[in-house]
């Protein structure tokens, strides 16, 4: 058992399995610390693989972990399994239709996500049982990766601490590593309190929290002209203090959104954030308090790691889609403005091709197009270990995130194709690393390396409770 066909020949005996699971937790999609029911399907189908189980990982009470092997080294592969508000979509078509009226949708994939990095585990357990080698393999359940920052509250308490490398993927349009590219981002809530009065006949012995929160709002957007290039800083109102033009407004809440490139320069813009508002507070005569709600880190590169999982990509090959998974997804291209493909091939530095619906080849490392850069607590596991994201072809080309036309794809045969692909490149990952002592000590000393220069600071406060849910 030394050739590498045998991570891909591992998947296939236990991909019926975990495709089942996918679909499964598509038909129950559950949001933001709210996963009950995904985690329990995950953390059933570990327990019926033959996996350790720990679950309250870190205390939240729908995250999930499944250890296997023994001695040596520990990778961890990481899924989640949230859905989205408001993208309930019938599977398989290609037009709107909600399976319920206002309801949660996987439409950013993550049924996959989780499934296919335990398809992963699966075969890595099989391959370290069949040859003896120490080490152990870690399949981590992360809950609420859209707006909850799960894996930054994990890493911060802890779960990752015996962890050497870290492997994850995410669905896409295309298949290829990763840009290490994640923008840091603090998510903030502030809270103005003043003094409730007749807007008209006693106005000055009111204090407006509204006009605080508005003045905060004119602080801070005469502060982007001073802020460093790849910052984003927005906003919405929790709570605009009331309905009633007539009373001044005694209470106010905004939510601030503050993202950039470097963590550092993330953390210096917060300050600057804050300040902005104690200075709002202090021209109405109100008070402020500023809470951090969740914050996550930005990706620190692992070279080692990248070219580890390229070569794994390379060796595999493009996803297999065959003639009906064309079909479909010219179908759903139909339902795309010309922009929306335009703008997903420009990211492989690539002109959009008439004719091609899915990308069944491996997208070069580090192509060099147009970079539309989001934020994920996958950054915060960056910082603490050595890790490598693969992103694989689940969906036409163009297919926006976060849309109906994501959910729509999320059982179909594109999309159980491009989730066992996932898995056979993150399990190869794996296996490489374990197998290879030499490629590990490389990927570490490279990470401690690109730590010394920059220290990772835990965007979180030290007692920040993450905000999960009590269960019902
Ligand atoms: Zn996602």
């Given at each position: 058992m030394q050739n590498t066909s045998e991570i891909p020949h591992l998947v296939e005996r236990h991909q019926d399995d975990l495709i089942g699971l996918a679909d499964r937790v598509w038909g129950m999609p559950e949001t933001l610390y709210a996963e009950w029911q995904s985690c329990a399907e995950h953390a059933a189908m570990l327990r019926a693989k033959g996996f350790r189980i720990t679950e309250n990982v870190a205390g939240l009470p729908t995250a999930v972990m499944g250890e296997a092997g023994n001695g040596g080294p520990v990778i961890a592969i990481l899924g989640e399994y949230d859905a989205l508000p408001g993208l309930s979509q019938v599977a398989g078509i290609d037009y709107r239709q909600e399976v319920e009226a206002g309801g949660n949708g996987h439409g950013c994939g993550h049924n996959l996500l989780g499934s296919a990095a335990m398809l992963a585990a699966c075969a890595v357990?099989?391959?370290?049982?069949?040859?003896?080698?120490?080490?152990?393999?870690?399949?981590?359940?992360?809950?609420?990766?859209?707006?909850?920052?799960?894996?930054?509250?994990?890493?911060?308490?802890?779960?990752?601490?015996?962890?050497?490398?870290?492997?994850?993927?995410?669905?896409?349009?295309?298949?290829?590593?990763?840009?290490?590219?994640?923008?840091?981002?603090?998510?903030?809530?502030?809270?103005?309190?003043?003094?409730?009065?007749?807007a008209a006949a006693s106005p000055h012995l009111g204090r407006s929290a509204l006009d605080a929160v508005e003045l905060m709002s004119v602080g801070v957007n005469y502060m982007r002209e001073h802020m460093v290039q790849d910052a984003r800083i927005h906003y919405a109102y929790l709570d605009a203090g009331g309905k009633a033009p007539n009373v001044v407004q005694s209470t106010a809440r905004v939510r601030y959104s503050i993202r950039a490139l470097k963590l550092a320069d993330m953390l210096a813009l917060v300050e600057r954030v804050r300040k902005v508002a104690e200075g709002a507070a202090l021209m109405t005569e109100t008070t402020v308090e500023a809470r951090v709600f969740t914050a996550v880190s930005n990706h620190l590169e692992n070279l080692t790691m990248d070219r580890a999982m390229q070569a794994a990509l390379d060796e595999l090959g493009g996803v297999p889609f065959d003639e009906e998974d064309r079909a479909y997804a010219r179908r759903i291209q139909a339902t795309l403005s010309a922009q929306d493909i335009a703008t997903e091939w420009a990211i492989v530095a690539r002109e959009p091709e008439p004719g091609v619906e899915l990308c069944d080849w491996v997208v070069p490392m580090r192509p060099g197009g147009e970079v539309l850069i989001g934020s994920t607590d996958v950054g915060d596991v960056t910082w603490k270990v050595p890790t490598t994201e693969v992103l694989v072809a689940t969906c036409a080309i163009g297919t926006p995130f976060h849309s109906w036309q994501l959910t729509a794809q999320g059982k179909s045969g594109i999309a159980h194709k491009g989730m066992v692909h996932a898995a056979k490149a993150m399990g190869r990952v794996a296996q490489m690393l374990l197998a290879d002592p030499a490629l590990l000590a490389e990927a570490k000393a490279e990470h401690a390396r690109r730590l010394e220069k920059t220290p990772y600071i835990c965007p979180l406060p030290a007692d920040l409770p993450a905000p999960i849910l009590p269960r019902p």
């Open positions: 357990k099989d391959w370290l049982e069949a040859t003896g080698t120490p080490g152990r393999v870690r399949y981590y359940g992360c809950p609420a990766e859209e707006g909850g920052a799960a894996k930054t509250f994990m890493v911060r308490d802890g779960a990752f601490d015996d962890v050497d490398a870290a492997i994850t993927w995410h669905p896409s349009c295309f298949t290829r590593v990763d840009d290490p590219l994640a923008l840091a981002n603090t998510r903030m809530d502030f809270t103005f309190t003043g003094r409730a009065a007749h």
